[in-house]
């Protein structure tokens, strides 16, 4: 029986052997890169772990509680072996919250069983909290400042965007009830833009024809008529022949308006009556570009 005994304690201690050897083996080391930090600051700490062949270790992730510590950033190394033995190296950048005046702080590395794990923690580094802001005095002294500090303005979104929705409907409110009339005087406003330029033009055109009553002059003259008559009747003016225009505008006179302007073309003659002719298609434009100021005014 005491046989026995021996040889169940001899395997016990096989068994464990190997396991108590290499947790002798792992060395762990932390430490801050700083012994003093403000609130919030970020501060680098560093975590080193040898070990030997076999051994599975494993370093905390953004997963472990780093209380009272806040993990901001995790920079590992490449491992390195030497003689059978592996460091392994990594830097914790951590952020203090906490109003301590000295902190014990320290991250322990894992060593990894295939049912189990064993955690390996390094001496504790303290670090201590740097203070910005003196001490408040028992009695504050103000000081006099009457300069103007401009605050800055934050632009509303919410308020420019319920304008601008309430702008676009009632926009449509207003076309939905007096898109008509709208369209109507936006036509007329248009049609009495247009007629200011032509007239601009054609006293320019007539007054160079009068002083110099030549074939480009001429022909500068009428191709502006023809083309303003064009805008206002919708017909092709340009195509037409003198005839098919007097037919038309029912206004058999206008062919011997158009001759006489016409004969400085062709025939290089100039004639007494010009100055009438140029009047006369003058007041065919006038009064073609009223009745439609008044057809638009009336259109339902």
């Keep these: 029986m005491a046989k026995k005994l021996k040889n169940i304690i001899t395997c016990l201690a096989i068994c464990f052997l190997p396991w108590s050897i290499q947790a002798q083996e792992i060395i762990v080391e932390g430490y801050f890169l700083?012994?003093?930090?403000?609130?919030?600051?970020?501060?680098?700490?560093v975590l080193k772990a040898k070990y030997g062949a076999g051994q599975n270790i494993v370093f905390p992730d953004s997963t472990y509680d780093y209380s009272p510590f806040v993990l901001l950033e995790k920079k590992t190394f490449m491992s390195s072996t030497k003689d059978g033995v592996t460091l392994d190296s990594a830097i914790y950048y951590v952020s203090n919250f906490s109003l301590e005046p000295v902190i014990e702080f320290t991250i322990p590395v894992f060593e990894v069983f295939k049912y189990d794990s064993l955690k390996h923690e390094p001496l504790e580094?303290?670090?201590?909290l740097k203070l910005i802001i003196d001490q408040i005095p028992d009695e504050l002294a103000f000081r006099d400042n009457n300069v103007y500090q401009p605050i800055p303005t934050v632009f509303n979104y919410p308020l420019w965007i319920s304008i601008l929705v309430g702008i676009v409907i009632l926009g449509f409110i207003l076309f939905f009830f007096f898109g008509n009339k709208l369209?109507?005087?936006?036509?007329?406003?248009?049609?009495?833009?247009?007629?200011?330029?032509?007239?601009?033009?054609?006293?320019?055109?007539?007054?160079?024809?009068?002083?110099?009553?030549?074939?480009?002059?001429?022909?500068?003259?009428?191709?502006?008529?023809?083309?303003?008559?064009?805008?206002?009747?919708?017909?092709?003016?340009?195509?037409?022949t003198t005839t098919e225009i007097a037919e038309f505008l029912e206004n058999k006179a206008i062919i011997k308006d158009f001759r006489d302007i016409e004969m400085i073309i062709y025939a290089g003659k100039t004639s007494d009556g010009l100055p009438q002719a140029c009047q006369n298609l003058w007041k065919i434009c006038?009064?073609?570009?009223?009745?439609?100021i008044t057809l638009t005014d009336e259109r339902q």
């Design 34 to 45: 700083q012994d003093s930090a403000k609130l919030g600051e970020r501060i680098p700490y």
């Design 125 to 128: 580094s303290s670090l201590t």
């Design 183 to 240: 369209q109507k005087r936006w036509d007329i406003w248009m049609e009495k833009k247009r007629y200011k330029r032509f007239e601009k033009r054609w006293r320019a055109a007539e007054d160079a024809f009068k002083k110099q009553p030549d074939m480009d002059q001429a022909d500068e003259l009428l191709g502006l008529w023809k083309t303003y008559m064009e805008h206002l009747k919708a017909k092709p003016f340009r195509e037409w």
């Design 286 to 292: 006038s009064d073609s570009y009223q009745q439609k």
